[in-house]
């Protein structure tokens, strides 16, 4: 218990729509303990965003809990005053966005958002302006105290999204969510932030909740990885446990897609067949029912998320023998 | 400090490239210097009468004449700009700073308070602003203060909802949600962080605002309703002019071309301010 952050606990969560409630997220379990790289993967629309978004608790107003639990530190995120919460928010929990270009205030200096995103410590505004030049150092962004006193359309994205790390953890996070923080970036980049990240989460102890749809990533930064399809878990546990013996076909399909996975050179990449079901309207049994190769009878029942060994836990019936089933 | 020093210095040297900028700026300066030091460059009492000298043609000595009760037209026209600027700069700014405040509330806070401004702002704008300002008049008599009101009660409308459309848009960006992220209040939101996206429109909005202030007051004034007579104005001297339009024709001249001058200047100012202002534009540059 003690060295659990946080812990999500059967997380039901809709949104109301004209055409009926959307179930963006069902019954979703997992828990990030402290100092662990933990990511998310999926397919674009799985409850990827609805899942951050439902953490921090900054929701569109149609969304609704349905069921569950989020708890940060053994305290429930979900019933806590507004105005807790927002303590929370960058300054125990911080979050780095997708697309670097987008994320900063495009008329104020660098140095003065670095500056303002201070406002809970109580030191002189050169103080904060001195830990802001450290912390554009300590992300690898050359002269500082210069740098400071440009705008966000003066640097790359590249340097951007140094620039949101460097924001996120200046605070010094317990939990850092990074939501597919190298997707708007070209892959030369994307190594660097990666590497730049995994130095910084050693020398800031913080954990990451690192959401990406890109596996090579996500096995080479973090030490487990949920599944996520279509709003549930579908799999659980070690990155190598994972990536070596993938217990549920869509994980395995996933892998197989991965184009770094691939040795040989096709004329066509491997897609997975198929689209995820449409979430206000859900079939029965399986979600994944349509899309797998091996589905059977058994799979018109929805197949419980089962700890298959220590640390691996899979939702699918092929994990049980058949007697068991019925 | 020194920052916004130098965006100053960036935004004054962008309107100075523009010709037509360049023209309104030195306009607009020259008839702000005029309005403040009027009282030391008028070359006579502008509201000192001298029956002797009345209905002079221009000449030397009264470069642009005097009217019926022989009073120096320059001095005239250089006291009524002051008067005009007067009305111009506190209803314009003052309504952009009530405009603002309640736009961006309107824009950020919960719908029914939206609904309420908007329905607010709908309601003064169904006024025609000339009617309303009779009506103000008739009830609390002609002064500087009624036609400053008036203005800012009519104008406030036009900020609000530019601020509010201004602030709908930016709620959603991303920028603001990873500020609400980082746990920024909704002052902090809206102060820090909006308000600086927001104020450049206005200004622009407001420079371009003020000829149709100057405008407005010199039209009260013509119909008699606006400043109290021996004030000079622009519009007060059209009107003297206007009943002498035959004998004395320097008069409408003393209050129209002011009034034609203000209103290329700011508007001028405004249209170039508005290129140098808008984010997207300067990058190109």
Same mark, same amino acid.
């Given at each position: 218990?003690?060295?659990?952050?946080?812990?999500?606990?059967?997380?039901?969560?809709?949104?109301?729509?004209?055409?009926?409630?959307?179930? #963006?997220?069902?019954?979703?379990?997992?828990?990030?303990?402290?100092?662990e790289i933990v990511g998310i993967?999926?397919?674009?629309?799985?409850?990827?965003?609805?899942?951050?978004?439902?953490?921090?608790?900054?929701?569109?107003?149609?969304?609704?809990?349905?069921?569950?639990?989020?708890?940060?530190k053994g305290d429930d995120l979900l019933t806590m005053p507004e105005r807790q919460m927002r303590n929370l928010r960058g300054s125990d929990i911080s979050i780095i966005f997708q697309d670097p270009m987008q994320t900063h205030n495009p008329v104020?200096?660098?140095?003065?958002q670095m500056v303002d995103i201070q406002h809970r410590t109580k030191v002189s505004k050169s103080e904060k302006r001195s830990i802001a030049a450290k912390m554009l150092a300590a992300v690898g962004i050359p002269d500082p105290e210069a740098r400071l006193k440009q705008y966000p359309h003066e640097f790359s994205?590249?340097?951007?999204?140094?620039?949101?790390?460097?924001?996120?953890?200046?605070?010094?996070?317990?939990?850092?969510? #990074?939501?597919?923080?190298?997707? #708007?970036?070209? #892959?030369?980049?994307?190594?660097?932030?990666?590497?730049?990240?995994?130095?910084?989460?050693?020398?800031?102890?913080c954990a990451i909740l690192f959401i990406s749809h890109h596996l090579g990533v996500i096995a080479e930064l973090c030490d487990r990885v949920v599944v996520m399809y279509a709003g549930a878990v579908v799999e659980s546990g070690d990155v190598r446990e994972i990536f070596h013996d993938p217990k549920h076909p869509y994980t395995r399909r996933l892998i197989e897609c991965d184009p770094g996975h691939i040795k040989e050179r096709a004329r066509v990449l491997p897609t997975i067949p198929g689209e995820v079901p449409d979430l206000a309207n859900l079939p029965d049994g399986c979600i994944f029912r349509d899309r797998c190769e091996q589905a059977t009878d058994r799979c018109a029942q929805v197949p419980p998320l089962e700890k298959l060994k220590e640390g691996h836990f899979a939702a699918c019936w092929l994990n049980h023998p058949e007697e068991s089933s019925t | 400090m020194a920052k916004s020093h130098s965006e100053l210095s960036i935004i004054l040297r962008g309107v100075a490239k523009d010709p037509l900028g360049l023209l309104g700026l030195i306009i607009v300066g020259m008839i702000v210097f005029s309005a403040i030091f009027a009282a030391w460059i008028v070359p006579y009492d502008p509201i000192g009468m001298n029956i002797p000298d009345r209905m002079q043609?221009?000449?030397?000595?009264?470069?642009?004449?005097?009217?019926?009760?022989?009073?120096?037209?320059?001095?005239?026209?250089?006291?009524?700009?002051?008067?005009?600027?007067?009305?111009?700069?506190?209803?314009?700014?003052?309504?952009?700073?009530?405009?603002?405040?309640?736009?961006?509330?309107?824009?950020?806070?919960?719908?029914?308070?939206d609904n309420f401004l908007m329905l607010f702002f709908d309601t003064v704008r169904s006024f025609p602003t000339v009617m309303f300002a009779l009506a103000v008049v008739a009830l609390i008599g002609p002064s500087l203060q009624t036609i400053?009101?008036?203005?800012?009660?009519?104008?406030?409308?036009?900020?609000?909802?530019?601020?509010?459309?201004?602030?709908?848009?930016?709620?959603?960006?991303?920028f603001i949600l990873a500020e609400r992220a980082m746990g920024a209040s909704m002052t902090r939101i809206l102060g820090v962080h909006m308000l600086p996206n927001i104020i450049g429109v206005l200004a622009v909005l407001a420079a371009m605002d003020i000829p149709t202030v100057i405008a407005l007051e010199a039209g009260l004034s013509f119909l008699g309703l606006g400043v109290k007579p021996p004030t000079p104005s622009w519009g007060a001297l059209l009107k003297d002019g206007?009943?002498?339009i035959r004998q004395t024709p320097w008069l409408?001249?003393?209050?129209?071309?002011?009034?034609?001058?203000?209103?290329?200047?700011?508007?001028?100012?405004?249209?170039?301010?508005?290129?140098?202002?808008?984010?997207?534009?300067?990058?190109n540059r």
């Open positions: 218990m003690s060295d659990t952050l946080l812990e999500i606990d059967n997380l039901s969560v809709d949104y109301e729509t004209a055409r009926g409630d959307l179930k #963006a997220l069902r019954d979703i379990s997992f828990d990030v303990k402290k100092g993967v999926g397919e674009s629309g799985c409850g990827k965003s609805t899942l951050i978004s439902s953490i921090l608790r900054l929701t569109a107003p149609n969304t609704r809990f349905r069921q569950g639990e989020v708890r940060f104020l200096s660098i140095g003065r994205g590249g340097m951007r999204q140094r620039i949101a790390i460097a924001m996120a953890l200046m605070s010094e996070p317990d939990l850092l969510i #990074a939501d597919e923080p190298t997707t #708007a970036l070209d #892959a030369t980049l994307e190594v660097q932030i990666i590497e730049r990240l995994q130095e910084l989460q050693r020398e800031f102890h | 043609a221009p000449s030397l000595s009264h470069w642009l004449g005097t009217d019926s009760l022989g009073r120096d037209t320059l001095s005239r026209v250089i006291m009524g700009g002051q008067v005009a600027l007067k009305v111009a700069l506190p209803a314009v700014f003052g309504a952009m700073a009530i405009g603002l405040t309640l736009g961006m509330i309107a824009g950020y806070g919960p719908k029914w308070l400053v009101f008036v203005v800012m009660a009519t104008s406030i409308p036009t900020y609000g909802r530019v601020a509010r459309t201004q602030t709908l848009t930016l709620r959603n960006s991303e206007y009943a002498l409408v001249v003393g209050g129209g071309l002011p009034i034609i001058l203000a209103t290329l200047g700011f508007t001028f100012l405004g249209e170039s301010l508005r290129d140098v202002v808008d984010p997207k534009l300067r990058k």
